[in-house]
């Protein structure tokens, strides 16, 4: 199907300039790019609690500075205790 769409001019550039890079038409290029879309679209609809992973990822160093914290908390009350 034909159809007309606007998009602005450095997307369109680098699209036909990533099309070219890839040897295909940029036709080709834009219809495997909405498929993509449409797949991982579809994936989120199946299982919606994707988008919730890696939220929390910028607390990871956060959550091992306090367990250090914690374990030498121990180690002293084990040392006077012992």
Known sequence: MKTTLE????VFRRAKSTAAQQGIPLRQFVTEAVEDKLK????AEQKPWMKHIGKLKHLRKETER??????????????ISG
């Open 66 to 79: 306090i367990n250090r914290v914690i374990e030498e908390a121990f180690e002293n009350t084990r040392m």
């Open 7 to 10: 998009i602005p001019d450095s």
């Open 40 to 43: 991982a679209t579809h994936s």
